[in-house]
């Protein structure tokens, strides 16, 4: 079946840094990559979507310069949260849609922890 | 708005049979799908409903009635493993997932 492999899996980085969250889908072209942010025991929320060759639609209230969203191929797709803060600590999602079919399917998380 | 409605938290026995519902308000309707998340993992498909009735799988079955705006998830012979959380969501025009707040499972032995 489709896999999306995202990376990495943990990280912890310091105030300030920029961190890169890459999801590659492994045997299906990913048309749509949907970036989610989740917080402990809440849903996931969307943070924006992204097409291949174009700019990303960012949810209201996400800050598009803080959250860049690279798209270039149609395996992959790359979440860098810029200058991170403590408040940036969570659990990232990316999830994928291709082609054909009704079918969403996940990167395993990023677990960002920010001191 | 749009808005999905499930119960935060249910609690069943282990080997027992239970039903998590999920109601939806939502201005466009493209399909329900239920996930299943593990504390610590991502969400896994469950199952996907595009019109009325029931789909089974295994242990697991979905149920839709669009003129209702609802729809349920019914877990059979229940496995301590299938202690997770459980989110309905929604498909709009746009593709995008409307999710509900997640129900958590707690099973007992």
């Known amino acids: 079946g489709a896999v999306v492999s995202q990376h990495p899996s943990r990280v912890i980085c310091k105030s300030g840094t920029s961190v890169k969250i890459e999801c590659r889908s492994l045997?299906?072209?990913?048309?749509?990559m949907f970036w989610y942010r989740q917080f402990p025991k809440q849903s996931l929320m969307l943070m924006a979507t992204?097409?291949?060759?174009?700019?990303?639609?960012?949810e209201q209230g996400v800050e598009k310069d803080k959250f860049l969203i690279n798209h270039a191929s149609l395996t992959l797709s790359t979440l860098t949260v810029t200058s991170a803060h403590p408040e940036d600590s969570s659990f990232y999602i990316c999830?994928?849609?291709?082609?054909?079919?009704?079918?969403?399917?996940f990167g395993s998380g990023t677990r960002l922890t920010v001191v | 708005g749009q808005s999905l409605e499930q119960p935060s938290e249910v609690t069943a026995v282990e080997g027992a049979i239970v039903q998590i519902n999920c109601t939806y308000q939502?201005?466009?309707?493209?399909?329900l799908s239920w996930y299943q998340q593990h504390d610590g993992g991502a969400p896994t498909f469950l199952s996907y409903?595009?019109l009325d009735g029931l789909e089974e799988t295994g242990r697991f079955s979905s149920f839709l009635s669009r003129s209702d705006s609802y729809g349920y998830l019914l877990l059979q012979e229940l496995q301590m493993k299938d202690s997770a959380s459980y989110f309905c969501?929604?498909?709009?025009?746009?593709?995008?997932?409307?999710w509900g707040a997640g129900t958590k499972l707690i099973i007992k032995p």
């Open positions: 045997d299906f072209q990913a048309t749509t």
């Open positions: 969501a929604v498909r709009d025009a746009s593709y995008q997932l409307i």
């Open positions: 409903n595009a």
């Open positions: 992204s097409n291949e060759g174009s700019k990303a639609t960012y």
């Open positions: 999830s994928a849609r291709g082609e054909q079919g009704n079918g969403y399917t």
């Open positions: 939502t201005s466009g309707f493209y399909g």
